[in-house]
């Protein structure tokens, strides 16, 4: 396992210690919270602890299930207790940029039903302004040229739509997902999300503002956690 595999696996299995028996818990996407995925399947079978989850994506519904984590659907719970998920960036006031994975969507719906969000990530995905990691927005396939036109126009960047080969990507709802090349200039997060749902075509743009409680940040010195002052767990 190389370096960064090794941390991504690191932050993954701490965020564990916010699972305990009785919980419902959301389950992120991506390569970091996978191994949060994997672990929490070991507590079920090696140490019977009792939890369902609930996936964000298609893609961890499999893995969820294939290491045993029963899975409930969203609509069938009150509440979720915490979310665990990765990032591809957060800046101090643990706003976020997620959808490199394109499973912002289900993300963004699972972590609002969510009492607490735990982010998992290394050192990498730590910055000081969001916006150098192209930002995910969710677009309908109608028309998708003109609403990432739109996007180009508001954001003032270059909008890609995110591609397989010759085929646009389609997310686990149908759509397609368009990159903003913003730049790391992002310092007002919730305008921008404010703005960007505005547009017509957009389904959900990868901004996950005043959601996150803690990062768990893996880098060659260890695990920290970083606890946000102003969210839920806080002391
Ligand atoms: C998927 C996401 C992921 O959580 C994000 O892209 C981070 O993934 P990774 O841990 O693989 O870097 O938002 O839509």
Same mark, same amino acid.
């Given at each position: ?9 690191? $932050? ?10 009785? =919980? ?16 929490? /399947? &070991? =507590?079920?079978? !090696? ?20 290491? /045993? ?20 960036? @957060? %800046?101090?006031? @643990? ?15 699972? $972590?609002? !039903? *969510?009492? *607490? ?14 916006? *150098? ?12 040229? *003109?609403?990432? &036109? ?11 739509? &995110? ?14 997902? +368009? %990159? $903003? ?11 921008? !999300? =404010? ?14 503002? !005043? =959601?996150? %409680? +803690?990062?768990?940040? $893996?880098?060659? %010195? ?8 102003? /969210? &839920?767990?806080?002391?």
């Amino acid at each position: 396992m190389d370096k960064v595999e090794l941390l991504k696996q690191q $932050a993954g299995i701490a965020a564990c210690k916010y699972v305990n028996s009785g =919980m419902k818990v959301g389950l992120g996407t991506g390569s970091t919270v996978k191994y949060t995925v994997i672990e929490l /399947g &070991r =507590m079920i079978s !090696e140490e019977g602890m009792e939890i369902v989850g609930v996936p964000t994506s298609l893609a961890t519904q499999k893995l969820a299930t294939e290491v /045993g984590i029963p899975l409930v659907e969203l609509s069938d719970c009150t509440h979720l207790d915490i979310v665990i998920d990765g990032a591809d960036e @957060f %800046d101090p006031e @643990f706003n976020l940029i997620k959808g490199g994975g394109a499973a912002l969507l289900r993300e963004k719906i699972v $972590a609002q !039903e *969510a009492k *607490a969000m735990v982010v998992v990530a290394d050192h990498r995905k730590q910055v000081d302004t969001l916006g *150098a990691f192209p930002l995910p927005i969710e677009i309908t396939p109608f028309s998708f040229e *003109a609403t990432i &036109r739109q996007l180009s126009r508001l954001l003032d960047c270059r909008v890609n739509c &995110r591609m397989s080969g010759d085929n646009p990507v389609i997310t686990d709802n149908g759509n397609y997902i +368009a %990159d $903003a090349h913003c730049g790391p200039n992002l310092s007002n997060p919730r305008n921008t !999300e =404010m703005e960007v749902l505005k547009i017509a075509g957009v389904v959900q743009v990868g901004l996950f503002n !005043e =959601m996150c %409680d +803690a990062v768990i940040l $893996a880098n060659s %010195d260890g695990v920290e956690l970083l606890v946000n002052q102003n /969210g &839920r767990l806080a002391e």
